[in-house]
């Protein structure tokens, strides 16, 4: 079955350091991956997308993604968090139309 | 310009009436998608749409839950005799249509938070 997995419900950083948020997919043929931001009370926000093409990934508000083939992942990094990054992130793996996601991670920037 | 809209925002009912819950996408876009989101999880897909073409409804939890677009813009998500398991945000989404190997994003509405009493 498509799935989409995020191993960790909360990643904890300080200011000024790098992030990572890890994501791993299962499917069957090209992936087509995404990454989404939610702020309480807020919609979910694109961040970026791994369609065809380079590995590194390159989204908004500074974050870029890199896929992995040969591990399945797509990991979501940023060189320097903000506070303001705090929030809870979703991976999404698409599927013939439809998004599939994952449980989400709440990412915790620390000043 | 302006998002996608849902409305309305917040939506209290008792257990047993029906619900209408409005979508309006995003000008130019052809495709809309509903999905429900329970506090805490990721969103998972109701029903989406091409046009007023309704390409896939497999996410639909039981046959009370129904959706249509009928000219092809606002969509309207329907749930009839409503039960308190129904209580979750319901989002829409909506993007320009595929083409070829061009996937575009799909952008979402603010959610409609519906509980049943």
């Known amino acids: 079955a498509q799935s989409v997995a995020q191993p960790e419900d909360q990643v904890n950083v300080a200011e000024g350091n790098p992030l990572t948020v890890k994501c791993t997919y299962s499917v069957s043929g090209n992936p087509y991956l995404f990454w989404y931001v939610q702020y309480p009370n807020r919609g979910l926000q694109f961040l970026l997308k791994y369609i065809t093409g380079d590995n590194l990934v390159k989204g908004s508000y500074g974050f870029e993604a890199e896929f992995n083939k040969s591990q399945t992942s797509f990991h979501l990094k940023k060189p320097s968090a903000l506070v303001s990054d705090s929030a809870l992130y979703f991976c999404a793996v698409r599927l013939t139309g439809k998004l599939i996601f994952g449980q989400g991670t709440t990412l915790q920037v620390k000043p | 310009g302006a998002g996608v809209s849902q409305s309305p925002r917040y939506k209290v009912t008792k257990r047993g009436q029906d619900v209408a819950l409005r979508c309006d996408p995003i000008?130019?876009?052809?495709?809309l998608y509903w999905y429900r989101q329970a506090l805490g999880q990721g969103p998972e897909f109701l029903t989406y749409?091409?046009?007023?073409?309704?390409?896939?409804k497999s996410g639909l939890p039981n046959d009370r839950f129904s959706a249509e677009r009928p000219e092809g813009s606002i969509s309207t998500l329907t749930i009839q005799r409503t039960e308190q398991r129904d209580s979750a945000m319901y989002r829409c989404?909506?993007?320009?249509?595929?083409?070829?190997?061009?996937?575009?994003?799909?952008?979402f509405g603010p959610g409609t938070r519906l509980t049943v009493t």
């Open positions: 000008s130019g876009h052809v495709s």
């Open positions: 989404a909506s993007s320009l249509i595929i083409e070829g190997d061009i996937f575009y994003e799909q952008y």
């Open positions: 749409f091409n046009y007023e073409a309704q390409q896939d």
